[in-house]
């Protein structure tokens, strides 16, 4: 019996350090022999942030977080940010894409960026800026895209590009695994 007791007490050490050191954050293995604790509280940190976002983002976006893919890319008079259905052709997400980017375009236009504010926080890198724009100062094109939509972002002020893109930036950290940085040409800052 008290062997038994031996192994089955073995056998917990031993998962336990098998979860301790295996533990993964949204898919991400956090190796914790090689990571000093300032890393491991900083991911942990970005982890419920982005956990935080994705919650606040349901209240925001019609489209499920999880079922998209956020795409931003930084352009010398501004940005695209583009939004994709995961699965090509899933037009109940792509319906409630082009809907969303829509109304984000006519709401940002008229200078109101309630939406980012509620997810993001008012906090948020560059989002003071926007709100402060003056009307005109930032077009905003709206296109529908294969499995989504992109809204492309041009101003020839400089300190509203940098807002831009301080806000992309915000966006890819906050949203994780459901971003990505995309890449922009010039003129029509087309995505590849």
């Keep these: 019996m008290k062997f038994l007791n031996m ?3 073995a056998s917990m050490v031993l998962a336990m350090a098998s979860a301790a050191k295996a533990q993964t954050m949204d898919g991400q293995m956090m190796d914790h022999q090689n990571m000093d604790h300032a890393a491991h509280m900083k991911m942990m940190a ?6 935080e976002v994705s919650k606040l983002g349901n209240d925001v976006m019609p489209f499920t977080l999880a079922a998209t ?8 008079a501004g940005g695209t ?10 037009e109940a997400q792509i319906k409630l894409i082009r809907q969303h980017l829509h109304e984000i375009q006519a709401q940002f ?22 709100k402060a724009a003056k009307p005109g100062q930032i077009a905003i094109d709206y296109k529908d895209i294969k499995d ?3 809204l492309t972002y041009k101003t020839s002020d400089a300190k509203m590009v940098a807002a831009l893109h ?3 930036d915000a966006q890819l950290s906050d949203h994780g695994k459901d971003a990505m940085e ?4 010039h003129e029509g800052m087309k995505m590849q």
């Design 7 to 9: 192994i089955a007490m």
């Design 46 to 51: 970005e982890a419920q942030r982005q956990a």
């Design 69 to 76: 893919t956020h795409i931003f890319a930084k352009g010398e």
């Design 81 to 90: 940010q583009r939004v994709v259905a995961k699965a090509a052709g899933d």
């Design 109 to 130: 236009l008229k200078g109101d960026f309630s939406g980012p504010t509620h997810i993001h926080g008012k906090t948020m890198p560059g989002l003071a800026e926007l």
């Design 148 to 150: 989504g939509a992109e």
């Design 166 to 168: 301080k806000w992309f």
């Design 182 to 185: 995309g890449h922009a040409h």
